[in-house]
T-cell receptor, first 110, second 113 residues
Framework: DADVTQTPRNRITKTGKRIMLECSQT?????MYWYRQDPGLGLRLIYY???????NKGEISDGYSVSRQAQAKFSLSLESAIPNQTALYFC?????????FGPGTRLTVL | TQLLEQSPQFLSIQEGENLTVYCNSSSVFSSLQWYRQEPGEGPVLLVTVVTGGEVKKLKRLTFQFGDARKDSSLHITAAQPGDTGLYLC?????????????FGKGTHLIIQP
């Protein structure tokens, strides 16, 4: 079984809809991250969390929110999706030596 | 603002050739990591370099961290079709990237048989 899982793997939604992307990990890491990947732009950090009570904004947090429900779960929400949020979204965990990425969620906002 | 400039963005070469990918920045990083990403998957760590001037080898791949810890390179010797993929460099400002990594835009590498 994968150490970092993301659901859904693919999602198509409409402008203005609220959507949640979920991430679960079995690695036992405290640190979790959300990145988005756009063609030609690489990965950019949205939010990160050091533990259940800790939430930190990354480079591009506007339009997004997160919830760290437990050590193993970190969800990303788009309160009102817009087309320029169409991207590939990755969740990751860290043991301070390496980041371990999930398989990604491909989100399309029409 | 993209703090890590990665070049080239695209590279297509024949099997057996050598290649080098560069990652440059005006910022100093505590460490720099190289990842490889396959279609439909997340990036997977290849190597971490921490000390200025450090050189690490992973089979046919050689990674170097600049003396000033602002730049890095990935050199592949005798490239093979299995080396095809997206290569990403990522810099950490704090230990191990605890507050997240800054990624370059990536290099799409295609090795033709």
């Amino acid at each position: 079984d994968a150490d970092v899982t993301q659901t859904p793997r693919n999602r198509i939604t409409k402008t203005g809809k609220r959507i949640m992307l979920e991430c679960s990990q079995t690695k036992g890491h405290d640190r979790m991250y959300w990145y988005r990947q756009d063609p030609g732009l690489g990965l950019r950090l949205i939010y990160y969390s050091f533990d259940v009570k800790d939430i930190n904004k990354g480079e591009i947090s506007d339009g997004y929110s997160v919830s760290r429900q437990a050590q193993a779960k970190f969800s990303l929400s788009l309160e009102s999706a817009i087309p320029n949020q169409t991207a590939l979204y990755f969740c990751a965990t860290s043991d301070l030596l390496e980041q371990f990425f999930g398989p990604g969620t491909r989100l399309t906002v029409l | 603002t993209q703090l890590l400039e990665q070049s080239p963005q695209f590279l297509s070469i024949q099997e057996g050739e050598n290649l080098t990918v560069y990652c440059n920045s005006s910022s100093v990083f505590s460490s720099l990591q190289w990842y490889r990403q396959e279609p439909g998957e997340g990036p997977v760590l290849l190597v971490t370099v921490v000390t200025g001037g450090e050189v690490k080898k992973l089979k046919r791949l050689t990674f170097q961290f600049g003396d000033a810890r602002k730049d890095s390179s990935l050199h592949i010797t005798a490239a093979q079709p299995g080396d095809t993929g997206l290569y990403l460099c990522a810099g950490a400002h704090s230990g191990g990237g605890a507050d997240g990594l800054t990624f370059g835009k990536g290099t799409h590498l295609i090795i033709q048989p």
